[in-house]
């Protein structure tokens, strides 16, 4: 009787066990009942999540923005040394080059205007009246060394003599370094911007030393696309790097009325003067308007500013084509043009920004309407650790947030729903 007992309760445990689940089963099914941790953990977990919670910890190098590389907030300093005419809108500047570092200054390149009057819309430009802010504009240049304190050095690019590239208005220009020589690259007015959209096709001119004396090639060296292509209205903001011993020009584009959404797309070539081949997958950026790009470890970040699906967003492609979200963040510069040290060097382990140039647009009023340009600083920079910088958010002064008020239209609207 002992025996068939004994026989009867090892039955029953090989039967239990025989019915437990396997030990991953058992921790995966108590991790699920578990509550997400107060502490945000470092590495994701090994547990089902949100779809929000999945991507902070695949689409971003950390799941906490202060400790992600490629997120900042913006600083911004008042620049010395321009004059801006009792900023009655005759004089203007805009749309800053990238900083180059030279012989121990800094240069700067921008688009320039100094006219009788401010703009006054194309129907009423002429000769001597400009369409636009960028309108019947030069491109000057200024030195700096603390980036602060500025000295305007004068003229770079003069407009061309009719009809060459540019006759109307030169703008909107950015610098290369290559083999020893700089060129710059700018926008090349033919009609007063306003009469037939911004056509203004890419031209550039060449030197050996910042200073000048500038040559221009006199030959638009990135057209327009095709008749029903995406670039096929205009080639903005050319934006140059040195990628894989070769350059890369970024640039805007615009599609034409009623679904104007700004682009960017990416032209390659061996020399300087081209022949430059546009990239097959452009666009590779689906927002920004003056977008401006670093190296960045091995790949390319860059600042999508406004415009688009993707504004207020730091976005970064290792292969330098296909980017993808790094960051969101806010207060974001205008037409940024960072010192970008390892611009030119062909690097592939870009360290990043830390500071640059930009513009405020829309001063002076209606009447009065100008651009100046205004220092930016932020720690996009993998040899810098500024955690003032790394803030999560931005508090404004009310009268932010009041002088983005109703019109006039919205106001009539919402008084006509009034409930009496």
């Known amino acids: 009787m002992k025996n068939i007992i004994t026989i009867l309760a090892l039955f029953l445990v090989l039967s239990a066990c025989k019915e437990q689940p396997p030990k991953e089963v058992v921790e995966e099914a108590k991790e699920q009942t578990e509550v997400f941790p107060f502490k945000l953990p470092e590495e994701k977990p090994n547990r089902q999540m949100s779809a929000a919670m999945e991507r902070i910890y695949t689409d971003y190098e950390s799941p906490e923005p202060h400790k992600n590389e490629l997120f900042s907030q913006f600083k911004y300093t008042e620049l010395k040394g321009f004059d801006y005419n009792g900023h009655d809108g005759t004089i203007t500047r805009r749309d800053p080059s990238k900083i180059l570092l030279h012989d121990g200054k800094y240069y700067v390149w921008y688009t320039y205007r100094n006219t009788s009057t401010p703009p006054r819309g194309a129907d009423m430009s002429n000769d001597t009246i400009p369409s636009s802010d960028w309108d019947l504009a030069e491109i000057w240049y200024a030195t700096s060394k603390d980036g602060i304190t500025w000295e305007e050095q004068g003229v770079a690019i003069e407009r061309p003599e009719k009809p060459l590239v540019g006759w109307r208005s030169v703008t909107t220009t950015d610098i290369l370094e290559w083999k020893g020589k700089y060129y710059l690259y700018y926008q090349g007015f033919m009609e007063a911007s306003g009469k037939r959209g911004d056509d203004c096709p890419v031209a550039v001119s060449y030197a050996d030393s910042p200073d000048g004396p500038w040559t221009a090639y006199n030959k638009i060296v990135i057209p327009n696309g095709k008749k029903g292509e995406w670039d096929q209205y205009s080639i903005h903001d050319p934006y140059p790097l040195v990628h894989d011993g070769k350059i890369y020009i970024y640039y805007k584009s615009d599609f034409g009325d009623p679904d104007k959404v700004r682009m960017q797309g990416l032209a390659i070539a061996n020399d300087p003067l081209g022949p430059f081949t546009k990239h097959p997958l452009n666009p590779v950026i689906t927002s920004g308007h003056e977008t401006s790009l670093f190296p960045f470890r091995k790949g390319v970040a860059a600042l999508v500013y406004k ?114």
């Open 307 to 420: 415009d688009g699906p993707e504004h207020n967003t730091i976005q970064y492609a290792e292969d330098w084509v296909n980017f993808e979200i790094a960051s969101i963040t806010e207060l974001m510069p205008y037409a940024a043009a960072p010192y970008v040290p390892d611009a030119f060097t062909n690097t592939t382990d870009g360290r990043g920004v830390t500071w640059g140039l930009a513009h405020f647009i829309s001063l002076g009023g209606k009447d009065q309407f100008h651009s100046k340009l205004v220092r930016f600083d932020c720690d996009l920079s993998l040899d810098l650790d500024d955690p003032g910088m790394k803030n999560h958010r931005v508090n404004h002064e009310p009268d932010v947030y009041y002088r983005q008020g109703l019109s006039k239209k919205q106001m009539e609207r919402i008084q006509s729903e009034r409930l009496d």
